[in-house]
């Protein structure tokens, strides 16, 4: 099951992997929602140049996808779309998404009643790249809602558009103007770590406890990439490095051979286990594959902290 189970973490890869991808040509980036027992999951298909979803109940075997956001021919920054955030919230669903053209990238905003059916917000970019760290391109948004502040909170990559350089952080009242931390990049390479002292980017967020955890990618090299865990008690500082990182790593002469790319994680109560997706490439093949980590605890027993909802 490619496991060690000495490990703090250990994330078991499902045996049959991958789950998504052959035939339907390069499927990667994805974002992920439970919904009414099933899982939905919204993922970037390359050869469409879209955003398809498609919907699972046991998060393996995989309905026929449809394309639910399609390039913009109106617009000249989103000739291809792809690498989703999506929120569902008590007025619909809500959705970010990397436009791309030029060679440059940006972040557009859609919203949807039923998570089918999208209708962009405007013709413009909610986000672009305005800062040197942000090189040619901001994608890979990540997106929660906090109802305590009012406020988005977004998760955000930035650099290259082959693969960004780092994540950063914004947050907006509307989903549409954001303001950007003043101190970003709010989460960067570590030059100590041979596996991400390339680069580190497209984080999922997840509030778990008393921490916001960071699922993401750490590059040995352009080519060469592995999926990391990190935590802060407030999702911008203080971040705190998985002792057992990288938690999933490419098997060799295996479909996730040269890369693993992308996670995104659910926590599954009623289980107590957590389901994790991600991209794996060999070769210029890239294709989703699933993880499972048996219990809900990924970290060992710290000090809370206290967290401002």
């Known amino acids: 099951m490619h496991a060690d189970p000495g490990r703090p973490t250990a994330w078991q890869k499902y045996p049959q992997n991958p789950v998504l991808g052959g035939e339907l040509g390069t499927c990667f980036d994805i974002a992920v ?28 075997r995989w309905d026929q996808p449809r394309i639910v ?20 919230r008590e007025d619909g669903y809500h959705m970010w998404y990397t436009g791309q053209d030029r060679k440059r990238a940006w972040i557009g905003y859609a919203t949807s009643l039923d998570g089918l059916h ?21 994608m890979c948004p990540h997106v929660l809602w906090a109802p305590g502040q009012g406020l988005w909170r977004m998760w955000y990559s930035g650099g290259e558009q082959y693969e960004p350089d ?20 709010v989460f960067v390479a570590d030059p100590d770590a041979e596996w991400e002292r390339h680069k580190v980017t497209a984080g999922q967020i997840v509030r778990h406890g008393d921490a916001y955890l960071l699922f993401y990618i750490g590059f040995r090299d352009v080519h060469h990439a592995r999926i990391g865990l990190a935590r802060s008690p407030d999702g911008i500082t203080q971040w ?3 002792p057992a990182n990288p938690i999933i790593t490419p098997d060799p002469d295996r479909w996730d051979g040269d890369a693993c790319y992308k996670p995104f994680a659910v926590c599954d109560k009623k ?8 991209n794996g490439r060999r070769g210029r093949a890239e294709q989703i594959g699933m993880a499972i980590h048996r219990g809900t605890s990924l970290w060992p027993p710290a000090t809370p902290w206290k967290i401002d909802d």
């Open 33 to 60: 929602l439970r919904e009414r027992g099933r899982y939905r999951m919204y993922f970037s298909w390359r050869p469409k140049k879209s955003i398809a979803v498609t919907e699972s109940d046991d998060g393996v």
């Open 69 to 88: 956001l399609a390039p913009n021919p109106d617009t000249d920054w989103e000739t291809r779309v792809n690498r989703p955030g999506v929120v569902r």
């Open 118 to 138: 999208w209708a962009r917000r405007g013709e413009e970019p909610v986000l672009g790249p305005e800062h040197p760290w942000e090189g040619t391109s901001v």
């Open 166 to 185: 780092a994540i950063g952080y914004a947050t907006s009242e509307d989903g549409q103007r954001w303001r950007k931390w003043d101190a970003n990049p």
């Open 240 to 242: 705190e490095r998985h």
């Open 271 to 278: 289980n107590a286990c957590w389901r994790l997706w991600y």
